[in-house]
């Protein structure tokens, strides 16, 4: 037995020889000497049957136990080299303290156990168990795979696992898979899953070989000492009862990885069953050439590495400390931090900002190893004219937008790039980019900013840049033969580059309806078209799956897209962002990990990058020196700002856009849903049925409404108009601010108010506004503003001598603006509305519907017309147009907007 102890060590010290120097081949090659003078010895005294021949090995056994534990320490740190009893196992600090190349087998067969067995396992290409019972087999895979998911820092290593046999052998490490699949998935069992995992290694394989020339390395280890930022894991892959459940293809991808393993970080450990007969095609023997072999036969094994040699394996983890130690390891992965990239770090200096933008846009998003990972978007040679990006929920996409904008922001001016960023998944993270009170900057390169845009606004803006491509195809025709942007001098009148970032792309396409089909119509557009007029897209979504509005038209709009980026993910949406077969994204590890690929999805092109950070307040910064620069050149124009779910601003647009005189009064009731802001108006004749009817529930919306109406309407004329306010909310104390402010501001600008809020006041001043219209013409313009008319009582109450309220206010809408007396009501209900004014309904120029029966609306708009009725939205119909028009009504002034308003109008 003391034979089989020297040689152990020889072998394990000749293994070493690479690391330790000649120091340790010099020690090696005398202990070899000595080994073989002790073999002699002992054999001898075996053959003699000599009583001193155990002493003998034992004494041997003894001489070199101290340098074979200390060697065994340097090749196999921490848990990798500790027996399972190790008080190691039970402390925190040992886990995750790093892998070494070898590992721990158990102790040379003798008594004293002193002499520890290691093997070297990482570096190789793995290892092969065959033993006595199946069971016995497994468990020496557990051990090896426990000790080193314990070995190995979070997320530096995975193992993947094929148990056809439904065995549940890797069920020891459960709770890892259950929080970390990406460090220990789940099991596979079927021939169909595993081909999946040997196809994601077979591109694995590919593209770690491509870096690893790159940068001139031979192995996997000189990469991960190379100083990438992010280091990539050893690949393990385990294998139960082999070759069951392989066929041919699968044992064809086998052996091309295990012929290439040791050079890619790739390890198999692969428990072989010699009693399962291979499927047709199968030759397990060829596999086997490529591993190292185990026979384990009880409790003891032998290793091809060392032959001749009998190792005593150690026992099972016991159950305690396996779950403590898995605990340990999710812990440690809660914890593990990926290492980050200073965005200001990818930035050109000051000196360098806003480059004439030539033949592409160019900007650096992050490092692949030591590389800049840089995005260049280009018209031609080759083309790469959109991107498409995907990634799982907080993996950092919206990081990765951010970054891309800003980056580009600081490399071309707003003369050379104009950007339209929409998000239409209602986050914040475009806030930022856009004016808002008390902040005086924006990015000067915004044209269109949705903070939160809906579908109908996303459908606009496709509009809109369908329109704008259409004028640069004249612009193009006008100088001859110029078929791409990139061939136009740089000069004034070259139209810039637009860059259109569409966040959660998909929402425009998740109902099956006429916004859906119209957008993928445009979208489809623009993909084709836009890339010689210098516009690009940019998709983004956590994922395309399932979305039916695009599934016949996949092809023509991502074939469209050379640009591929998939941030972490699972298998099915990295293949959908990517291409199918490339499940790359799958086995990214951290958050800002991405997969960069260039062409098309094509595995064989994946570049695996590390996103630079970018912090919000560094980019606030960033953007308060872009808009200085830009104001130093010239006024900056703010965007077109959006934000669904919220009504629009009468005070801003009052400011940025103060009602003209005009041959016709306009009164606005809202902004559109467009690219453009002009309000959308009613038009105000003195003609009999000029007035407007708002309808549906909703007083904060319906003040709003007749704010933006009576205030703009007011303001278009030098000589300003009455106003008589009816008002059935008084008791309404919600209504208070909203009304006083709209009085109010109705003062400032110069009329005359009367506000009339008691319900028997308001019937009597509906009739004497019918005495007035009684009265013929010659009277000062006066505009009646009824809030909420179906809350005044006794509209239709018999009053003896005179006729009934209800039938003086048809009277007066229908006739008043013959003689100056136009009138702008609100009824929550078309029905309350028929009862009091008729079923004409004095013949009113226009409707606003607020949040209204569809029934009601389709009465009077027609029976194709829908409406969902959603808040902040009304519907406009002046009984002109082609069809009703949806707006953003304004909302109620409060006390703050009184001063802008007057500011804004004047007197």
């Known amino acids: 037995m003391s034979v089989a102890a020297l040689e152990a060590r020889l072998r394990g010290l000749a293994a070493a020889v690479d690391r330790l120097g000649a120091d340790a081949r010099d020690l090696a090659e005398e202990q070899h000497q000595e ?19 155990d002493v003998a090995a034992a004494a041997a056994a003894s001489r070199i136990a101290p340098d074979a534990v200390r060697l065994a320490a340097q090749l196999a740190p921490g848990l990798a080299g500790e027996p399972p009893a190790a008080p190691g196992w039970r402390s925190r600090e040992y886990v995750g303290a790093g892998v070494g190349p070898y590992v721990r087998l158990g102790d040379l067969e ?10 070297p396992l990482l570096g190789t290409n793995g290892w092969q168990v065959l033993a006595d019972t199946p069971s016995s087999g497994h468990r020496l895979v557990q051990s090896l795979a426990l000790r080193l998911v314990a070995t190995a820092p979070p997320f530096r290593l995975r193992v993947d696992s094929f148990d056809p046999r439904l065995t549940g052998a890797m069920g020891l490490l459960r709770q890892i898979t259950s929080k970390y699949p990406q460090i220990v998935p789940r099991s596979v069992n079927t021939v169909d899953q595993f081909r999946d995992v040997l196809s994601s290694l077979v591109e694995l394989s590919s593209e770690r070989a491509g870096r690893m020339t790159q940068l001139g390395y031979r192995r996997f280890e000189q990469l991960l000492d190379s100083g990438a930022a992010v280091k990539d894991p050893y690949r393990i892959v385990a294998l139960f009862d082999y070759p069951s459940g392989i066929d041919e293809a699968s044992q064809r991808d086998l052996l091309r990885l295990a012929a290439t393993a040791a050079d890619r970080g790739i390890v198999f450990l692969v428990h072989a069953d010699q009693k399962i007969a291979p499927a047709s095609g199968v030759r397990p023997e060829q596999l086997v050439d490529h591993l190292a072999r185990v026979e384990v036969t009880g409790e003891r094994a032998t290793f091809s590495h060392f032959p001749g040699i009998s190792v005593r394996l150690d026992p099972p983890f016991d159950a305690t400390t396996t779950s403590d130690i898995v605990s340990i390891v999710t812990d440690l992965a809660d914890g593990a931090v990926l290492p980050t990239i200073d965005f200001a770090s990818t930035l050109p200096d000051d000196s360098e900002w806003w480059q004439p933008a030539r033949d592409e846009l160019s900007t650096i998003i992050g490092y692949d190893d030591r590389t800049p990972a840089r995005l260049r978007l280009r018209t031609g040679n080759p083309a790469l004219p959109h991107i498409l990006i995907g990634g799982a929920a907080g993996q950092g996409k919206s990081n990765l937008l951010l970054v891309m904008i800003h980056g580009l922001a600081v ?24 004016p808002a009170h008390g902040r005086a900057h924006w990015l000067p390169h915004v044209k269109v900013l949705g903070v939160h845009s809906d579908r109908a606004f996303g459908l606009a803006v496709l509009r809109h840049l369908n329109t704008e491509l259409g004028r640069r195809s004249t612009f193009f025709k006008e100088r001859g033969n110029v078929t791409d942007l990139a061939q136009l001098a740089n000069d004034p009148d070259r139209p810039p580059r637009i860059l259109v970032v569409l966040d959660e792309f998909q929402v425009l396409m998740e109902e099956d309806d006429d916004i859906a089909d119209e957008a993928v119509r445009l979208i489809e557009k623009l993909m084709r078209q836009g890339r010689a007029y210098g516009v690009h897209l940019v998709l983004a979504t956590q994922t395309i799956e399932g979305m039916s509005g695009i599934a016949y038209r996949r092809d023509s709009i991502f074939g469209q897209v050379p640009y591929r980026i998939a941030l972490k993910s699972t298998q099915s949406d990295s293949q959908s962002v990517l291409r199918s077969g490339n499940t790359a994204a799958a086995d990214l590890q951290f958050r800002g990990e991405a997969i960069l690929n260039a062409n098309f999805g094509s595995p064989e092109d994946n570049q695996r990058v590390l996103v630079s950070f970018a912090p919000p307040d560094t980019l606030a910064e960033l953007r308060n020196k872009l ?26 647009t009052l400011t940025s856009q103060p009602p003209a005189a005009g041959a016709v009064v306009e009164a606005w009731a809202g902004l559109p849903i467009a690219v453009d802001e002009t309000p959308r108006a009613v038009q105000v004749r003195e003609d009999p049925g000029s007035g407007v009817i708002v309808l549906g529930d909703g007083a904060m919306d319906a003040i709003g409404v007749l704010s933006g109406m009576a205030i703009s309407a007011a303001a278009q004329q030098s000589r300003r108009p009455r106003f008589v306010v009816l008002d059935g909310t008084a008791a309404d104390r919600s209504t208070g601010e909203g009304k006083a402010a709209l009085v109010q501001s109705l003062i400032g600008i110069g009329c005359d108010v009367e506000l009339v809020d008691q319900p028997e006041k308001i019937l009597a001043k509906i009739h004497e506004l019918r005495q007035v219209v009684d009265g013929g013409a010659g009277i000062e313009l006066t505009y009646v503003l009824g809030i909420g008319m179906h809350l005044v009582p006794r509209m239709k109450a018999d009053i003896e001598f005179a006729p009934r309220a209800s039938e003086s206010l048809a009277e007066v809408m229908s006739d008043g603006p013959s003689v100056g007396i136009v009138t702008f009501a609100w009824w929550n209900r078309l029905h309350v509305v028929d009862d009091h004014l008729g079923w004409e309904r004095s013949n009113v120029s226009a409707y606003a519907f607020l949040r209204h029966p569809v029934d009601g609306v389709r009465t009077v708009c027609g029976p194709l017309v829908s409406w969902a009725s959603e808040s902040n939205r009304a519907l406009l119909w002046d009984g002109i147009s082609p069809e009703p028009v949806v707006v953003v009504p304004f909302a109620p002034l409060v006390q703050g907007d009184v001063d802008r308003v007057v500011a804004a109008v004047g007197r």
Request: hydrophobic residues 40%; neutral net charge.
């Open 411 to 434: 490399r071309y001016s707003p003369r050379d790039l104009e950007m339209y960023l929409l998000d239409f998944k209602h986050g914040v993270e475009f806030a930022g980019l856009g």
């Open 35 to 53: 080994a073989l003078d002790a073999q002699r010895q002992v054999e001898g005294g075996r053959m003699a049957k000599a009583p001193n021949a």
């Open 627 to 652: 808009h200085a620069r830009a104001r130093a050149a010239g006024p900056v124009v703010p965007p077109r700002v959006f934000h669904v779910g919220e009504s629009a601003d009468l005070g801003d």
């Open 110 to 119: 003798q008594g004293t156990g002193s002499v520890p067995v290691i093997a």
